[in-house]
C-alpha cells in the first residue's frame, strides 16, 4: 500500500489545519504519527477501517479529530487550537490487520507509511 500525505503548512498559535492521507490499496486501519525535531516519533490518532473506531493520544484528544472518506480511502486529521509544540513532520501510516482498537497506538501494528508533511506552528 502506498500513501500520500498532504496538508501540512505554517500556521500561527491558535489555528488549524487538516492534513490528509490517502491510501493506494487495501487497508484495515490508519493512523497518524508526528515527529517533532530531537524527539521520538509519537502516535497521534487511528482509525479501525472495519467500524471507523478510533483511538487517540490521551494529550491531543479534543484537540484533534481523524476522520475518514471511505470510498475515497483517505484519512483526515483535523487539527485545532494548534500550539508550537505541535510542530512536526506528521507521518500517515495503514495497518494489514485489524486489531483491537488500543494496538493501533503502536508503531508495529502499520506496515506501510506516508512521506510525512511538516507542520510548523509558528507566530
Known amino acids: 500500500v502506498q500513501l500520500q500525505a498532504s496538508g501540512g503548512g505554517l500556521v500561527q498559535p491558535g489555528g488549524s489545519l487538516r492534513l490528509s492521507c490517502t491510501a493506494s490499496?487495501?487497508?484495515?486501519?490508519m493512523g497518524w504519527f508526528r515527529q517533532a525535531p530531537g524527539k521520538d516519533r509519537e502516535f497521534v490518532a487511528a482509525?479501525?477501517?472495519?467500524?471507523?473506531?478510533?483511538y487517540y493520544a490521551a494529550s491531543l484528544k479534543g484537540r484533534f479529530t481523524i476522520s475518514r472518506d471511505k470510498a475515497k480511502n483517505t484519512v483526515y486529521l483535523q487539527m485545532n487550537t494548534l500550539e508550537p509544540e505541535d510542530t512536526a513532520i506528521y507521518y500517515c501510516a495503514s495497518s494489514p490487520r485489524t486489531w483491537n482498537i488500543g494496538n493501533y497506538g503502536r508503531s508495529s501494528a502499520y506496515d506501510s507509511w506516508g512521506q510525512g508533511t511538516l507542520v510548523t506552528v509558528s507566530s
Open positions: 490499496g487495501r487497508t484495515q486501519g
Open positions: 482509525m479501525r477501517w472495519s467500524d471507523a473506531g478510533v
